[in-house]
């Protein structure tokens, strides 16, 4: 009984950290996409506003698929895979990420800003989006700040990545 005790409160502390993750994830991807609207965009012309938006776009995407990633996640952490339905989806998020930031990095350069600094907040903002795609779907980059120089060095799984090759072996499909 003492196993089934530490497992269940393993499990709950995991479930606790996904859900602050995800909806962590969601509520960075509202503050940007608000921020953007009300204080940022104002401030721009026309072309350096569209820019942002194209820069902004694959960025909100990764944020939105992360928090949706660790929400559902806490349905199989701490008991089994994740589900070959929902490994699928986040498949084809893995392999729609690159051309969704290829094509926003196509809107920013249509619709560059005139104005260095412009240029450079546009910019700043599609390389965040395409360091959240790495740290989901190719290798871990966060950690806290005290630990990172040192852990970011190991090239660690993320643990989106973990759990989609832990799925196929509960994939039907070949």
């Known amino acids: 009984m003492g196993g089934v005790t530490r497992d269940s409160a393993a499990r709950a502390r995991w479930r606790r950290r996904y859900l602050s993750l995800g909806w962590g994830e969601w509520t960075a991807a509202a503050v940007f996409a608000v921020v953007a609207a009300t204080v940022v965009v104002p401030r ?3 072309r350096a506003a569209l820019a942002l938006w194209w820069a ?3 960025l909100l995407l990764v944020l939105v698929q992360a928090g949706a990633y660790w929400l559902l996640a806490r349905s199989w952490v701490g008991r089994g895979a994740m589900p070959p339905r929902v490994a699928g989806a986040f498949r084809v998020c893995r392999v ?3 051309p969704v930031l290829l094509l926003g990095a196509v809107g920013v350069l249509a619709n560059h800003p005139a104005g260095v600094a412009e240029a450079l907040l546009v910019w700043a903002v599609w390389v965040f989006g395409m360091v959240e ?3 989901y779907y190719v290798v871990r980059l966060a950690y806290p700040v005290a630990h990172w120089a040192r852990e970011v060095t190991r090239w660690r799984r993320p643990r989106l990545v973990l759990d989609l090759q832990a799925a196929r072996g509960t994939d039907a499909r070949p």
Do not use: E, I, S
Request: cysteine-free; proline content about 17%.
């Open 44 to 46: 721009l012309d026309a």
């Open 56 to 58: 902004l776009a694959p």
């Open 96 to 98: 729609l990420g690159p």
């Open 133 to 135: 795609y790495l740290n």
